[in-house]
């Protein structure tokens, strides 16, 4: 199965900070890679489809590039909403069909 | 709108079965696969099951393979999943979400819409 790695782990930051996540895939997936945020006690919200494409509703600040076995998540200029849990989901089908999540990475407040 | 409502949740003891539901309603079920995903407290997200819009192919992550199986009725707009042979790893809210990539259309990434959560705890 397709392994993603997410790094770093955890992160501190401040408002204003920009922050950029990484997600590498074990194989290739081409773009199929989706990124999510997520809040304690809470679903998570899809923030990124298609590796690029930003979720209707999503602010501008995030963005989400790569293809293939490495990914980012880049968010500009962080707001105190933005400090959660994030993570990355392939949907990759072959050459088994297992849409595997990152492991995730807390971003903290410095 | 688009709602998911799980259910079946609770306390169940090693070894054990439980099955839950995941009610979805506004929009045509019978056209999207539908996942089950979970969350053990304090840890991350962990994909458990794909069903297919019809219900004719299932798939399944490593660790429930065997033990798990995910069927739906779309007479009555439900997704289940019906668990066997519980372990304490399994203990977790389980989520179902709607798939992105309706039949025919092009497929693409990303979960959406996603239930509340119905807790599972195992243990004796």
């Known amino acids: 199965a397709i392994q993603l790695t997410q790094s770093p782990s955890s992160l501190s930051a401040s408002v204003g900070d920009r922050v950029t996540i990484t997600c590498r895939a074990s194989q290739g997936i081409s773009s199929a890679l989706a990124w999510y945020q997520q809040k304690p006690g809470k679903a998570p919200k899809l923030l990124i489809y298609d590796a690029s494409s930003l979720e209707s509703g999503v602010p501008s600040r995030f963005s989400g590039s790569g293809s293939g076995t490495d990914f980012t998540l880049t968010i500009s200029s962080l707001q105190p909403e933005d400090f959660a849990t994030y993570y990355c989901?392939?949907?990759?089908?072959?050459?088994?069909?297992?849409?595997?999540f990152g492991q995730g990475t807390k971003l903290e407040i410095k | 709108q688009v709602q998911l409502v799980e259910s079946g949740g609770g306390v169940v003891q090693p070894g054990g079965s439980l099955r839950l539901s995941c009610a979805a309603s506004?929009?045509?079920?019978?056209?999207?696969?539908m996942h089950w995903v979970r969350q053990a407290p304090g840890k991350g997200l962990e994909w458990v099951a794909f069903i297919r819009y019809d219900g004719s192919n299932k798939y399944y992550a490593d660790s429930v393979k065997g033990r798990f199986t995910i069927s739906r009725d779309n007479s009555k707009n439900t997704l289940y999943l019906q668990m066997n042979s519980l372990r304490a790893e399994d203990t977790a809210v389980y989520y179902c979400?709607?798939?992105?990539?309706?039949?025919?259309?092009?497929?693409?990434?990303?979960?959406?819409?996603w239930g509340q959560g119905t807790l599972v705890t195992v243990s004796s």
């Open positions: 989901q392939q949907f990759n089908s072959y050459p088994l069909l297992m849409y595997t």
């Open positions: 979400a709607k798939d992105p990539s309706t039949v025919g259309a092009k497929r693409r990434s990303g979960l959406y819409y």
């Open positions: 506004g929009f045509t079920f019978s056209s999207y696969g």
